[in-house]
């Protein structure tokens, strides 16, 4: 073979890529990718999403106008801020001081990010007159259920004497806000519980020394969910 066929010009197909062209297509590739995965992202709720809320977030923003959103300040003993990323059940309470409103309870929540006395808070407490205020967001903890403040809704009820029985206004409420926070959660009756059940103490005191009485509030709880599930079209 003589030297000028050696150095022939390379046969078509043959011939080298520019080096921008190598470089210039798989950064092609990832940018395609990249906008690919922030729509798919955008539509299907994630960070930055169309419909990137949880379930708890969600049912916050949802609150309807009969409660009175009265947040406490974030605070380290009483609103932590911690998430809460699913709710499993609502716990019943009594604040435990008879005659007292539900906007003292909700104050005393909130001084407590100054004194330091205790961890306590609640999402709700309803009230002598079957108000209704919220103290900490239900995508949020409440201090309030021990091991199952990670994943309930708590409700603290106001009573007029010792023995703890909610009068006829304060009880009309917490049914009713019981009732939608289940059909907002996908919970029913059976899900509802006692503080006592969570922790042995004796708390809502008279549902808990009265199981007659507990079972006809969870009775009427059921009742009302049906209702409102019948009145959102959700009925079977």
Known sequence: MTEQNKTARPRRGTRKEPPWRKAFLPL???AVVLVGAVLVTALRGGP???E???L???????LPDWVDQRLLTPNEYSRPGIPVTEVNAVVIHYVGNPNT????NRNYFEGLGITGET????NFVVGLEGEVIQCVPVDEIAYCSAQRNSDTVSIEVCHPDETGEFNDDTRASVVHLTAWLCVRFGLTAEDVIRHYDVTGKECPMYYVRHEDAWAALKTDVDVEILRLRTAEGQGK
């Open 56 to 62: 708890p977030q969600r049912v916050q923003a949802e």
């Open 48 to 50: 930055g999403g169309l």
């Open 52 to 54: 990137h809320k949880t």
């Open 101 to 104: 409103s539900a906007e003292a």
């Open 119 to 122: 961890y306590a808070s609640s």
């Open 28 to 30: 092609l590739i990832a």
